[in-house]
Nanobody
Framework: QVQLEESGGGLVQAGGSLRLSCAAS????????MGWFRQAPGKEREFVAA????????YYSDSVKGRFTISRDRAKNTVYLQMNSLKPEDTAVYYC?????????????????WGQGIQVTVSS
């Protein structure tokens, strides 16, 4: 059974930092594209960041570019999202996701596996 499990969420003040982790199990994800999406209350789920298997092809949404960094440890089957300079508008449930596609996508329909989500709350 394939599982993606997020950790590292919580409450932080504006301007602070958090690092989300996503541990994959059930198969080897070293060749998979890994990504993060988020969903704020009353809004649709939106793309945040994604990386291909090598880390050489990385995409970010305009709203997080320059503040968030996605990275992965292939040996540990884990992907990370380092979030700096957090803003109240970053408050959302963050989802880890994965696809065997070689090229990252900004569309959630292109992803096959999803974590259960983790809450990130940024206070002003």
């Amino acid at each position: 059974q394939v599982q993606l499990e997020e950790s590292g969420g919580g409450l932080v003040q504006a301007g602070g930092s958090l690092r989300l982790s996503c541990a994959a199990s059930g198969r080897t994800f070293s060749s998979y594209t890994m990504g993060w999406f988020r969903q704020a209350p009353g809004k649709e789920r939106e793309f945040v960041a994604a990386t291909n298997w090598s880390g050489h092809s990385v995409y970010y949404s305009d709203s997080v570019k320059g503040r968030f960094t996605i990275s992965r440890d292939r040996a540990k089957n884990t992907v990370y999202l380092q979030m700096n300079s957090l803003k109240p508008e970053d408050t959302a449930v963050y989802y880890c996701t994965s696809t065997p596609a070689l090229i990252p996508s900004r569309s959630e329909v292109d992803y096959d596996y999803w974590g259960q989500g983790i809450q990130v709350t940024v206070s002003s």
